[in-house]
């Protein structure tokens, strides 16, 4: 039985493998150039830096289906002694893939060499010892010294702050202060600077710029108001702003009475004498503020004549250095309210204006020994008579030495003749204004006058107007007047030679 008719047993077929001339050894040929171009490529392992966190390169898509299929086509056709040359083969193969295709995950970087220190020399490990404690003592000590004065600059500040804040606290809220009491007077257009000075002059702050600091925080500088008042150190600043304000109980007065009569620069004069506001801040103010009274609607501000009349003869309570328009329009309303309905109609009643009634009222007030105001009204109406004795002249002398730059005891023919229009000798009627400011009592006799005949009136011997319907009983009463001053004039020298 030949080779071929053999039997092989059951379940195995013969396998026909080829032999190894018939091997393609081609494939192998492709494969060692696909190593040798990836040799090529990358170089060997240590010329090849190492990628971090990159994955291996797989081989080329064609190239490791063309190395599986000769694998595959040597196993199923070579026998046995090839599959193991092959093996060896492929063992080969393995090893070139881990020698010269797989990448290292890493590789380290090689460090610099440490070059060890030189040996100290004897002489320093002697000196060494003794070198290194002293430099910790020095570092130790001045850390200490430094310690130290921040400590006591922290220490000092803090002295020194809490020092200041209580004297700073004391002084504020008026606390272990020394009992006194004085008047302060505090003067207009003064500033809250100005005005914290005076206060430590007068001992009742002791730190000014804290005191004017308070004023502007609390936004409270602009309630201090010019005038005089009675402070004292238990105030506190804040009870010292109040106490300067307006309307403040601290506030000093001055009570002053305003005589019947008084003029207008009279009543400055004495205002200002009794400390209640100067000449000039009444002459500033009648001349610059307003007064919102309808009987002073049309006047013309020549002078401080212009209020002529209307500040009112009375007893009031002023503001010691208080305010100059406040005191004069105090006078203004008191008159206000003493001209009221009443007189305005009976004014109108007589056919005269409430200006016109004042101008009267105010010759009344010159003119009157002080019990006679009616009589004296009858006579002046009676002279506005242009039909009467003296052809509508009043001929009162008070009118002229109101005209005067200072009033005399008696006029002189020249004083007659003066150009003025306050002159009722020259001029008819009534002067341009009134010529003082009266009283209640001259202005109800303007109102309200006797009906007489008078014309004339003289001041006798006995203290006392003597009224006459002519003037011949006027020249009569005259003579008689001056016959008595006369004969008394003489017995009082012979009494004297005796």
Not at 361 to 366: D, G, V
Not at 381 to 402: C, F, K, P, V, W
């Amino acid at each position: 039985m030949s080779d071929t008719e053999k039997k092989l047993p059951v379940g195995q077929e013969e396998v026909n493998r080829p032999g190894r001339e018939e091997i393609d050894w081609s494939l192998y040929g492709r494969a060692a150039e696909a190593i040798r171009s990836q040799i090529a490529q990358y170089g060997t392992a240590e010329d090849q830096p190492a990628p971090v966190d990159e994955p291996l390169k797989a081989p080329r898509t064609g190239e490791s289906e063309a190395r599986k299929t000769a694998e595959e086509q040597t196993e199923a056709a070579a026998p046995a002694s090839a599959v193991s040359a092959n093996s060896d083969r492929m063992s080969k193969w393995s090893e070139y893939q881990k020698t010269y295709y797989t990448r290292p995950a890493s590789v380290p970087t090689p460090e610099p060499p440490v070059t060890p220190p030189d040996p100290p020399a004897e002489d320093s490990k002697e000196d060494e010892p003794e070198e290194q404690p002293r430099r910790r003592s020095t570092g130790t000590g001045i850390t200490v010294l430094v310690a130290i004065l921040y400590a006591v600059s922290v220490l000092a500040i803090a002295f020194v702050t809490a020092t200041l804040g209580w004297r700073w606290a004391n002084d504020m809220l008026a606390l272990n202060k020394q009992e006194l009491s004085v008047s302060v007077t505090i003067k207009s257009g003064e500033t809250i600077h100005e005005v914290a000075e005076k206060l430590e002059d007068y001992g009742l702050v002791e730190n000014p710029f804290l005191f004017e600091l308070f004023a502007a925080v609390t936004n409270k500088a602009d309630n201090i108001t010019s005038g005089t008042y009675k402070l004292n150190t238990n105030m506190d600043f804040n009870a010292l702003i109040n106490n300067m304000s307006n309307n403040s109980a601290a506030r000093e007065e001055v009570e002053i009475t305003i005589p019947e009569g008084f003029t207008v620069q009279e009543i400055f004069e004495l205002l200002e004498i009794k400390g209640a506001c100067t000449v000039e801040q009444l002459t500033q103010s009648a001349m610059n503020d307003e007064f919102a009274y309808s009987f002073l609607s049309g006047l013309e501000r020549k002078d401080i004549n212009w209020l002529e009349g209307y500040l009112f003869p009375d007893t009031y309570k002023f503001y010691k250095d208080g305010d100059a328009k406040v005191a004069l329009s105090k006078m203004l309303y008191n008159y206000s309210t003493k001209f009221d309905s009443e007189c305005k109609t009976r004014a109108e009643r007589l056919g005269y204006s409430q200006r016109e009634i004042m101008i009267v009222a105010s010759i009344i007030e010159k003119e009157t020994d002080g019990s006679d105001q009616e009589n004296i009204a009858s006579v002046i109406y009676n002279r506005l008579q242009t039909s009467g004795e003296t052809a509508g002249r009043l001929q009162m002398d008070s009118t002229i030495q109101y005209g005067l730059a200072e009033r005399k005891e008696t006029l002189t023919e020249a004083d007659l003749k003066l150009e003025s229009p306050y002159n009722t000798y020259l001029y008819t009627g009534l002067p341009v204004g009134p010529i003082c400011n009266p009283g209640m009592e001259s202005i109800q006799a303007a109102l309200y006058p006797n009906s007489t005949d008078y014309y004339f009136f003289m001041l006798g011997n006995d203290n006392t107007h003597h009224f006459f319907s002519t003037y011949s009983e006027f020249l009569d009463f005259r003579d008689s007047v001056q016959a008595e001053q006369e004969g008394g004039e003489e017995e009082g020298a012979e009494q004297t030679n005796e």
